[in-house]
């Protein structure tokens, strides 16, 4: 009999004793501050058909090419572990018809996924993921408020060296004129490219972006960028995105060398990274997928979303929400539904709308669950919203002023919009 030691397969690993529980505090912020802002959480299946990836990924991506576990179930269909959370979600929101639902739907997840990379510190096959995803808007708002909601979860298990980097893609149609021009220039200069980068000029050629060969690279400080190429409206969309993240106070660099490896993304791409992680520095990454859920067989379906590494947050954080989560409640999930204030606009003006997004950014901070409605609804819509969510406080953000609604006692009273928050506290404070 054979009795040697069996050991687990390269590039997965135990969880125990403290790493337990540091991802159990892990899980509880995410939790609070994702169900806090309406968030909903969802598990799909460990394996889907490998069709799924093969359609929503992309056919020329590294996931897809290379690093799927793939295998027959026993009447020779074809699955996949999956390796990514998204196209899952989009599946599972075309199975369910959600698109009947109050839009945006916002789902998000924590689970383990599967690629098959060459193990190293911060890369494994087998990993976990915290996620996010709202679809059903294209409203520039819903990505700012995406990208907050990382920032903040960030910010609280205290990755350190944290930057954002953030850029467009723009629709399809700029970047099928882009991609020829990119291409143009890559052909242009195809005996300093890398074999790799080579090979995929007609497949995806974008990549060539991300590339460490000192050839390709020079090649690409040359390179035209989709970024200078946009629609007017896909520019557009943007500098709201921007401008929305300055409200809040959310720092980040335009790079327009940003590209991800996934091939679903339209308009918005970002990606945080840590100095504090060596050469796997991508702590979390995302971006908008406006056509993912149509490809799938959906309805046309805007979305935006991001996933985060587990493993990675525990390696760049500096350790102190794990100790601080017995003490701050940090075990103690948000009551489903409960919604303290509620941001509404008067009108969509710009100014408003960047106005009620701050707003809405420091109630969170100051820890209320506070939604605001992102579906671009009139006064009467938002107010409905609130009531089905039950909100405590209402606070409807004009022009010059606000007005804060306690929805228990009727009573309004107009007020400077940076008095909200204070006024909600010690409301909450006099019940
Ligand atoms: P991704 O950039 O492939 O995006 O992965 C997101 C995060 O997962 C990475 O930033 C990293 O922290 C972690 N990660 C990825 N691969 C590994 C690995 N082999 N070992 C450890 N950690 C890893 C996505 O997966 C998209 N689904 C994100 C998204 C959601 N886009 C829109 N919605």
Not at 157 to 182: A, C, F, I, K, N
Not at 347 to 353: E, I, K, T, V, W
Not at 407 to 419: F, G, H, I, K, Y
């Amino acid at each position: 009999m054979n009795d040697s030691k069996i050991k687990a397969p390269r590039g997965t690993f135990d969880v125990l004793g403290e790493q337990a529980s540091a991802r159990t505090a892990l899980e509880a912020r995410a939790r609070a501050i994702l169900e806090g802002a309406g968030y909903e959480r969802i598990e799909t299946p460990t394996f889907e058909a490998t069709e799924l990836f093969a359609r929503g990924v992309g056919e020329s991506t590294d996931i897809v090419r290379k690093e799927m576990f793939t295998f027959e179930d026993g009447a020779g269909r074809s699955l996949t572990l999956r390796p990514e959370g998204t196209a899952p979600v989009c599946r599972a929101y075309v199975e369910h018809g959600m698109h009947k639902r109050r839009q945006p739907v916002k789902l998000w997840y924590l689970s383990s996924f599967f690629r098959h990379e060459r193990a190293q510190a911060g890369r494994y096959r087998q990993f976990w993921q915290v996620g996010a995803e709202a679809l059903g808007s294209d409203d520039p708002a819903v990505d700012a408020e995406s990208i907050t909601l990382l920032a903040t979860l960030l910010g609280e298990m205290g990755v350190r060296d944290l930057r954002l980097r953030l850029s467009s893609l723009g629709g399809p149609e700029s970047r099928g004129e882009y991609r020829e021009r990119l291409q143009v220039h890559l052909r242009a200069h195809e005996q300093s490219l890398s074999e790799d980068v080579r090979d995929r000029i007609e497949l995806n050629p974008l990549r060539a972006f991300d590339s460490d060969h000192p050839g390709t690279r020079t090649v690409m400080e040359s390179a035209p960028r989709l970024l200078e190429h946009l629609s007017d409206e896909d520019a557009a969309h943007f500098e709201e995105v921007r401008r929305l993240l300055d409200a809040t106070g959310v720092p980040h660099e335009v790079d327009s060398t940003l590209v991800r490896g996934l091939d679903y993304y339209t308009r918005t791409v970002f990606e945080f990274t840590s100095d504090a992680l060596g050469a796997q520095s991508g702590v979390g990454g995302g971006g908008r997928y406006d056509r993912l859920v149509e490809r799938l067989g959906g309805p046309a379906t805007p979305g935006i979303g991001w996933a985060a590494g587990i493993e990675r947050i525990l390696l760049a954080g500096d350790g102190s929400e794990t100790e601080g989560a017995a003490t701050k409640g940090g075990g103690q999930p948000v009551t489903a539904g409960l919604v303290e204030l509620f941001v509404a606009l008067e009108d969509q003006g710009p100014d408003a709308r960047a106005a009620a997004f701050a707003l809405v950014t420091e109630a969170r901070s100051a820890g209320l669950t506070a939604q605001m409605d992102l579906g671009g609804r009139s006064l009467k819509g938002q107010l409905g919203h609130a009531n089905a969510l039950g909100a405590r406080f209402v606070a409807i953000v004009g022009e010059t002023e606000t007005v804060l609604r306690d929805m228990q006692t009727r009573v309004q009273q107009p007020l400077a919009t940076d008095s909200v928050v204070h006024a909600v506290l010690r409301g909450q404070h006099d019940l």
